[in-house]
């Protein structure tokens, strides 16, 4: 069992950046697949990008170059920096883990509660 909390959302102008953090509690947070997706009113959730337990790395290709996702494994804690944020961006982040870093989201057992980001002037 794995229990997912984001935190870190808000409002930030195009162009700025946010970190947004995933703290899971759980004694094999190690073993996970971290992934973050986002979801706008009446859309799809959508995967933005993910790091399983060997510290690969993968994103979508609409935020591959702004956005970095890191873990601390000693902290059992992933984090989401976004960088050159735009109005586009604007979503509810979620983070989610599995077994593998996957795009989809059949692929995770466990979510977290989302935590909103807002892009705007």
């Known amino acids: 069992q794995v229990r997912l909390v984001e935190s870190g959302g808000g409002l930030v102008q195009p162009g700025g950046s946010l970190r947004l953090s995933c703290a899971a509690s759980?004694?094999?947070?190690?073993?996970?697949?971290i992934t973050w997706f986002r979801q706008t009113p009446g859309k799809e959730r959508t995967f933005v990008g993910g790091?399983?337990?060997?510290?690969?790395?993968a994103y979508a290709d609409s935020v591959k170059g702004r956005f970095t996702i890191s873990r601390d494994n000693a902290k059992n804690t992933v984090y989401l920096q976004m960088n050159s944020l735009k109005p586009e961006d604007t979503a509810v982040y979620y983070c989610a883990a599995g077994a593998m870093l996957q795009p989809w989201r059949g692929a995770y057992d466990y979510w977290g509660q989302g935590t909103q980001v807002t892009v705007s002037s």
């Open positions: 790091i399983d337990s060997s510290m690969h790395d």
């Open positions: 759980g004694r094999t947070f190690s073993n996970y697949a």
